[in-house]
T-cell receptor, first 110, second 116 residues
Framework: GQNIDQPTEMTATEGAIVQINCTYQ??????LFWYQQHAGEAPTFLSY????GLEEKGRFSSFLSRSKGYSYLLLKELQMKDSASYLC???????????FGPGTRLSVLP | EAGVAQSPRYKIIEKRQSVAFWCNPI?????LYWYQQILGQGPKLLIQ????????DSQLPKDRFSAERLKGVDSTLKIQPAKLEDSAVYLC??????????????FGEGSRLTVL
């Protein structure tokens, strides 16, 4: 089966840096995605990693270690609008399956 | 480019009634997904279509849920009869391809179901 784990909640201060971790167990790994979901809205795509290493996109970066089944999303210069749930999703079984983790609810405080 | 369209946005029904949700994916997207998202949880896959064929429906409660994508374009998800625990947001998503180059999923705004 597949298992994806993330912390349930995190809190950080405006302007700070926060790292949201994701661990997974899967077969036929075909990439890891991070999505942002504001309350009452649909998830929107943030980043994609298929090879080991760091992908940087503005204030957001995502890291992947396939051997460890581990990823993190790094958010820099936090803004109030970053308060949302962050979903880790794994594309597995050689692209057949797209499974989401439970999500991490991030609260950014002034 | 138009996004994934879903309707209705909101639906309130009583338990044991039936409900249907509709989804029209992004034009040209071969793969369509229906997810159930209960408040405070991540989306849970109900069914995945590749064109008009079912790829994965292992988590679909088939005694009450059904879904179809007859012409390989739009899709409907039906619940009959509904239970209280079916209260959730039903998200439809599509992707251009399946397999090694799946790419990201694009989501619709969701259909929020409340069962009383």
């Amino acid at each position: 089966g597949q298992n994806i784990d993330q912390p349930t909640e995190m809190t950080a201060t405006e302007g700070a840096i926060v790292q949201i971790n994701c661990t997974y167990q899967t077969s036929g790994f075909n990439g890891l995605f991070w999505y942002q979901q504001h309350a009452g809205e649909a998830p929107t795509f943030l980043s994609y990693n298929v090879l080991d290493g760091l992908e940087e996109k503005g204030r957001f970066s995502s890291f992947l270690s396939r051997s460890k089944g581990y990823s993190y999303l790094l958010l820099k210069e936090l803004q109030m609008k970053d308060s949302a749930s962050y979903l880790c999703a794994v594309n597995s079984n050689y692209g057949q399956n797209f499974v989401f983790g439970p999500g991490t609810r991030l609260s950014v405080l002034p | 480019e138009a996004g994934v369209a879903q309707s209705p946005r909101y639906k309130i029904i009583e338990k044991r009634q039936s409900v249907a949700f509709w989804c029209n994916p992004i034009s040209g997207h071969a793969t369509l997904y229906w997810y159930q998202q209960i408040l405070g949880q991540g989306p849970k896959l109900l069914i995945q279509f590749q064109n008009n064929g079912v790829v994965d429906d292992s988590q679909l409660p088939k005694d009450r849920f059904s879904a179809e994508r007859l012409k390989g374009v739009d899709s409907t998800l039906k619940i009959q009869p509904a239970k209280l625990e079916d209260s959730a947001v039903y998200l439809c998503a599509s992707s251009l391809r399946q397999g090694v180059n799946t790419g990201e999923l694009f989501f619709g705004e969701g259909s929020r179901l409340t069962v009383l």
